[in-house]
Structures are given as structure tokens and as C-alpha cells.
């Protein structure tokens, strides 16, 4: 069955240190966004690619990088990890004319 | 995107109907009325969406009032697996800001056995 996948589930991290979010997807759906949900906040649009080399910055872009060289995949990058970087992080997808997004199951990122 | 208002919390019993309410009052014409849920520790999950009529699927029925400014998510059997934060989200279905997702805080269900 096609599915949304999110690595790792959970990780600790250090202050400064570069961390990658994985996302994969094997629906063969052009769009794939990344989401970060803490209390308080609900979730929060960080990044999101319409198609292969499409990229662009969501609500919450800074301190966040993205990449997007084939269909399947969207890794989110921490540049430089920070505490207020503590959270879950989802990823999504869909294709251009579906109503609904399918999500991962999460990433749970600490920074400490 | 529209706002959108919700409880913040219902309960229901097992077995009976679950009404979740949504104001939604400055709606546009184009806008879609979406539901997604958000099970404890899981990744939310598309429910239902409409725009004027009201629609059912397997999991739920939507009915959204005439004037589009309110509309209700019925999930008709509740069971405990439906205890989640609900959200009702309103947007535009395409455009420059296609599959950008605004969650609001959502109502918390509580299904009661």
C-alpha cells in the first residue's frame, strides 16, 4: 500500500548541532509539506515544495532548509539546532486537484 | 482563509451521534469547509470536506447551513477510537496558497464508553 514516512520517530539533539528530518512518500504525489505542532501553537507550516526542485518558505521558515530532488522525498534540514527548535514535526502530501493531505506519523525532536 | 470557531471540548457516549459545530461566519465563496482529525500521538487525518452541499463518506457526514457561515462534522456512531482533537479548517481548494493547511486549536472529543 502506498504510505507517508517519517524518520527518525524520535531524536535528541544538541544545541548548534545540523539535523535532517527524513519524509518519503510513495504515493507519486507532486506536493509535500512540513508542519511543526507544539503546545499552544496547533500546527504551523514551515516549508513546502509544489514539485521536484520547488521549494518555499511557510510560516515558519527561519532556521528550517529544504530540498526537493525527486518526487518521493522532502528532508528538513535544522541548519543549526535550537532549543525553540523542540517539537513534533509532520510532514504531508497531496496531488495538485486532491482535497485532502495525507500525513506521517511524526518526529518527535528534542533539543537539548 | 476564513476563521473559524470552535468548542474547545465535547463528550459523547459510545454508540450515539457526535455533532461537532463550527462557525465559520466570514466564509467566501470559493472557500471549501475541511475536516481533518488528530488522534493522541498520530498525525492528523482528512475526515470530510464540502463546499455548499452537504456530503457524507465512510467515516462522516458534513452539513453546512445555507448561508455557508456555520457547518456541523457528524460522526453518527461514535466509538472510543473517535476520542481526537477535531479541526475545521476553511480555504480556498487551490490557487497560490494550495494545500496550505491553517490548523486552529480543534474541539477535543471525548468518547465515553
Known amino acids: 500500500d502506498a504510505e507517508i514516512t517519517q524518520s527518525p520517530r524520535h531524536k535528541i539533539t544538541e544545541t548548534g548541532r545540523q539535523v535532517t528530518l527524513a519524509c518519503h512518500q510513495t504515493?507519486?504525489?507532486?506536493?509535500m509539506f512540513w508542519y511543526r505542532q507544539d503546545l499552544g501553537h496547533g500546527l504551523r507550516l514551515i516549508h513546502y515544495s509544489y514539485g521536484v526542485h520547488d521549494t518555499n518558505k511557510g510560516e515558519v521558515s527561519d532556521g528550517y532548509s529544504v530540498s526537493r530532488s525527486n518526487t518521493e522525498d522532502l528532508p528538513l534540514t535544522l541548519e543549526s539546532a535550537a532549543s525553540s527548535q523542540t517539537s513534533v514535526y509532520f510532514c504531508?502530501?497531496?496531488?495538485?486537484?486532491?482535497?485532502?493531505?495525507?500525513f506521517g506519523p511524526g518526529t518527535r525532536l528534542t533539543v537539548t | 482563509d476564513a476563521k473559524t470557531t470552535q468548542p474547545t471540548s465535547m463528550d459523547c457516549a459510545e454508540g450515539r451521534a457526535a455533532n461537532l459545530p463550527c462557525n465559520h461566519s466570514?466564509?467566501?465563496?470559493?472557500?471549501?469547509v475541511y475536516w481533518y482529525r488528530q488522534i493522541h500521538s498520530q498525525g492528523p487525518q482528512y475526515i470530510i470536506h464540502g463546499l455548499k452541499n452537504n456530503e457524507t463518506n465512510e467515516m462522516a457526514s458534513l452539513i453546512i447551513t445555507e448561508d455557508r457561515k456555520s457547518s456541523t462534522l457528524i460522526l453518527p456512531h461514535a466509538t472510543l477510537r473517535d476520542t481526537a482533537v477535531y479541526y475545521c479548517?476553511?480555504?480556498?481548494?487551490?490557487?497560490?496558497?494550495?494545500?496550505?493547511?491553517?490548523f486552529g486549536q480543534g474541539t477535543i472529543l471525548t468518547v465515553h464508553p
Open positions: 466570514t466564509i467566501s465563496g470559493n472557500e471549501y
Open positions: 479548517i476553511v480555504r480556498v481548494a487551490g490557487g497560490t496558497s494550495y494545500g496550505k493547511l491553517t
Open positions: 504531508a502530501s497531496t496531488r495538485t486537484g486532491l482535497h485532502e493531505q495525507y
Open positions: 504515493w507519486n504525489h507532486n506536493n
